[in-house]
């Protein structure tokens, strides 16, 4: 074959690939999420119009954000746990154990002047350690990951209150150097909060770690045809305790940033965390029997909630309404997913 | 002559890229017990759900009781009066022996159930059906698979069923059951039921049945025949006469050497389901298994590829020796499996072509645990060629494609890999006519570049014309061994069904 056929040929490829690519995005990403940035434009200018400037403002904005930031690290990992074929009931649980293990050990058992890293590597060892639990007892111990978590969700916050007697433990200054990394965990970067960029840092390296690594596709897989992908030679045992491990570590970030927000450490941390982050990865397009998902679905799903969180408190609404409110909107988004997946297969 | 409680002439039922039933006829006579015989494949099942009002056929009549009728929803067919024994019974295990007889038409006054009058009936039932020592209130789940079709049996009974179906009830059954079945069948055809009876079984055939309507290939090769009139050998040149040619490519010639051997197996065995399974498989061979669905060969197969942990024996890959039950090991040592159930086995259908055929392979495309997908597409696109997959694109869900081109791509995973031993459980299995001869030079060319082929079919037909050498499986057990041009068709019926060739 002459070198010229071949780059012709070369070419139509690339160019083929192109087109597919661009049709593959305008169907998958951009097609399902395009729906959520409408919702979460027609929320803003319900916003707007309630609440006027308190609400259209740069510094709500901020507020916006930081109200998603811990809530949308948690949610990130539950996107990769759902989309694996799983559920994590125990993230809120995690993350308070994670708190206070870290602000005890920190505070009151280590020398004077430990650098503050510790407490950073605790909360994260915490956390993993938690996920690796509820990933050996799902996968080697064949129980359902429902029932698994739930345990865990008992258990962690259980140990959490043994650990603080109950009480809310003060991030004073003791033995680790304290005050550094309230500084680290609350400075800003560029006039945004470093927890913000924390969020952002998270959501990023789960959309690559998603879309780009043998990690992601094995993922995927595992969701989507569990018996396809152990056929096919993925260890699936040893793909799902990753999966929850990862998990508890996005519990262990969001346990430190409660930490440095609130200056406490607190078995009621993380309460019902679970709930939100679940609905904040369903609202976002996962589907709930696994194999299919995108991050960026989890983030605007996220970003949703806690605009309209941020709106009921400007208004002065109770959070029961509030609550009532987000019921309904689960609702809405889940059936209109339905009508348009029915749409799609149809034609 | 009476007139037939059911006729169904010319029904035709297309699958997307499969005509199941290609105009088939049958009439059923009230008190009759007829039997339905064919191979796997042939349509039964297909017909059995069009009669059950699960399938709607695309074209051709049904006539019941002289009224021309459309069976189109499994609650229309259950008010005909049709019954259907399925081969996995379709309890709820957690409910008890009245709750399942009456499960949707409880005996209710005013929506409250009826207990005790319920409890008293399924008694009368289970009187009647010989096994009055089945309490109603056990659970059925508990219950042994025999005394489960019995609960099945007395579901039909329950309502007014003149047509009552039985796909493969001896399967679960020893003799002495199969002889109380019997009863009960003669029993029902005195009152004027008609039972239409599936099985493998010939010899059962000749004890129960009066007609015999034969099957092959989704038609009606022979209808009404007198079971009492009928010799077994032309039964079985009715089912296996030929009525597609399919194109096998040609084998190597004798005389060329044989590679080395690369799958070993010595007695290999999983408990309760097969044992003392030998087998050895050279480069460049083909290994046909054949037997019935349900004699053992995807267990073995399974087994062999560490998808089921075996009781004993040894797996060696190149004269390794593999760890029992580890997919993972299987795959690394060279071994690649296009499973029975392409979709629920096979394939992610959702996802992109490409990502199924690299999915064994990913390793290779990622560098620190990132793919390089430009390359996977590359790759993917090249193969596919190859292998002419259509359509092209390797970007477009695999859910897209059909039968055929699913299994080219379930294929292509492990060319990808360059696999040592290839394992094919039911490679054309929903592949249409068409596309099944170029599925079979492929597998011939995998062969010819020194890998070793193992091939499991319930179409001996296949078997025969693809493989160098045919195993025959029946009951968990190799029961025959030997060149595939050394037996014929005929034989190696016999062999599944009878497990002895013919004198």
């Known amino acids: 074959m002459s070198q010229d056929s071949a780059r012709v040929e070369q070419a ?65 990992g539950m996107t990769f746990v759902i989309i694996g074929g799983g559920i994590d009931l125990s ?61 865990m969700l008992a258990s962690a916050r259980g140990l959490a209150e043994i650990i603080s007697d109950k009480k809310t433990q003060t991030l004073t200054a003791g033995g680790v150097d304290v005050g550094g990394f309230k500084d680290f965990f609350t400075r800003d970067i560029l006039g945004v909060d470093v927890q913000i960029w924390l969020f952002a840092l998270v959501a990023l390296a789960g959309w690559i770690l998603l879309n780009r690594t043998t990690f992601g596709r094995r993922t995927v897989a595992v969701g989507g045809n569990l018996e396809a992908a152990r056929l096919a030679g993925i260890n699936v045992k040893r793909h799902t305790v990753y999966l929850y491990v990862l998990i508890g570590v996005c519990c262990g ?95 | 002559m009476t007139q037939p409680l059911l006729q169904m002439s010319g029904i035709v039922k297309e699958f997307p890229g499969v005509r199941a039933l290609d105009g088939v006829d049958l009439d059923v006579r009230a008190g009759e017990v007829h039997c339905l015989l064919g191979q796997n494949g042939a349509g039964k099942s297909t017909l059995i759900k069009v009669l059950s009002g699960f399938h709607q056929p695309d074209e051709g009549t049904i006539t019941w009781n002289g009224e021309v009728s459309s069976f189109s929803t499994p609650a229309k067919a259950i008010e005909h009066g049709v019954a259907t024994i399925y081969q996995e019974l379709d309890l709820v295990p957690h409910l008890d022996v009245t709750e399942n007889v009456f499960l949707g038409h409880e005996v209710s006054r005013a929506g409250f159930s009826q207990r005790t009058q319920a409890r008293r009936q399924v008694r009368d039932l289970l009187a009647r059906l010989g096994h009055s020592e089945i309490s109603p209130t056990r659970i059925v789940g508990e219950l042994s698979p025999a005394k489960q079709q019995i609960v099945s049996m007395a579901r039909a009974l329950s309502r007014q069923t003149r047509l009552l179906i039985l796909d493969e009830p001896s399967a679960v059954l020893d003799q002495e059951e199969v002889d109380n079945l019997f009863r009960v069948i003669r029993d029902l055809t005195e009152d004027g039921v008609a039972v239409v009876y599936i099985s493998h079984r010939l010899e059962e055939i000749r004890e129960i049945g009066d007609r015999i309507t034969v099957l092959k290939d989704g038609r009606t090769v022979a209808t009404g025949l007198a079971v009492a009139d009928t010799p077994t050998a032309e039964l079985i040149k009715l089912m296996t006469g030929r009525s597609i040619e399919y194109v096998f490519p040609p084998r190597p010639e004798e005389d060329r050497g044989r590679g080395d051997v690369v799958l070993d197996v010595q007695d290999l065995a999983l408990a309760g389901v097969f044992s003392g399974v030998n087998l050895s498989v050279h480069a460049g061979e083909i290994i046909g298994l054949a037997g019935l669905v349900g004699a053992g060969r995807s ?205």
Not at chain 2, 467 to 493: M, P, Q, W
């Open chain 2, 299 to 503: 267990e073995i197969v399974e087994t062999v590829y560490g998808a089921r942990r075996a009781s004993a024996g040894t797996v060696t890959v190149d004269g390794k020796k593999l760890r029992r039950g580890s997919v993972q090991q299987a795959v690394r040592a060279g071994m690649g499996l296009a499973p029975e159930e392409r979709k629920s086995q096979g394939l992610l259908l959702d996802e992109a072509v490409f990502k199924n055929i690299t999915v064994s392979s990913m390793r290779r495309f990622a560098r620190l645990g990132f793919l390089n997908r430009g390359e996977e597409r590359r790759q993917a696109t090249e193969l596919t060629e190859s292998l002419d997959v259509r359509p092209t694109g390797v970007t477009r869900a695999v859910r897209t494609l059909s039968g055929g081109n699913q299994q080219k791509i379930v294929l292509a995973r492990w060319l990808m890999r360059d696999c040592r031993v290839l394992i094919l459980d039911e490679p054309t299995r929903g592949v249409d006519v068409g596309a099944r001869s170029e599925i079979y030079q492929l597998i011939r060319s995998l062969a010819d570049r020194g890998v070793a082929v193992v091939v499991v079919s319930s179409e001996i037909e296949e078997v025969l014309g693809l493989a160098d050498r045919v195993l025959v499986v029946r009951e968990g057990a190799v029961v025959h061994e030997s060149a595939a041009t050394a037996i014929d068709e005929a034989a190696v019926l016999d062999l599944v069904m009878e497990g002895k060739v013919p004198a």
């Open chain 1, 253 to 347: 970030i969001a346990a430190l940033m409660l930490v440095a927000k609130t200056t406490t450490g607190s078995s009621t941390h993380g309460n019902l965390y679970e709930l939100d982050a679940i609905a904040a990865v369903v609202i976002g397009g996962t589907l709930l029997t696994g194999g299919r998902g995108t991050i960026v679905g989890t983030v605007l799903g996220v970003l949703i909630f806690s605009t309209l969180t941020n709106i009921f408190i400007l208004n002065n609404r109770s959070f029961s309404e509030q609550s009532l409110f987000k019921g309904a909107i689960i609702v809405a988004a889940v059936l209109l997913q339905q009508r348009l997946a029915s749409r799609n297969s149809s034609t």
């Open chain 1, 91 to 151: 993230v809120g649980a995690i993350v308070a154990l994670s708190s206070v293990w870290c602000t005890t050990l920190s505070t009151r058992m280590m020398a004077e002047d430990t650098h503050w890293i510790a407490m950073v590597g605790v909360a994260l060892l915490v956390g993993a350690g938690c996920g690796l639990v509820n990933g050996l007892l799902i996968a080697y111990g064949n129980i359902v990951p429902f029932i698994a978590t739930l345990a």
């Open chain 1, 12 to 76: 139509a490829l690339d160019a083929d690939r192109e087109r597919n690519s661009a049709l593959a995005v305008l169907s998958t990403s951009v097609g399902r999420n395009a729906g959520l940035v409408i919702a979460l434009l027609i929320i803003c200018i319900v916003g707007a119009f309630t609440a006027g400037d308190r609400f259209s403002s740069t510094d709500n904005a901020l507020t916006i954000l930081r109200l998603a930031a811990t809530i949308g690290v948690v949610s990130i």
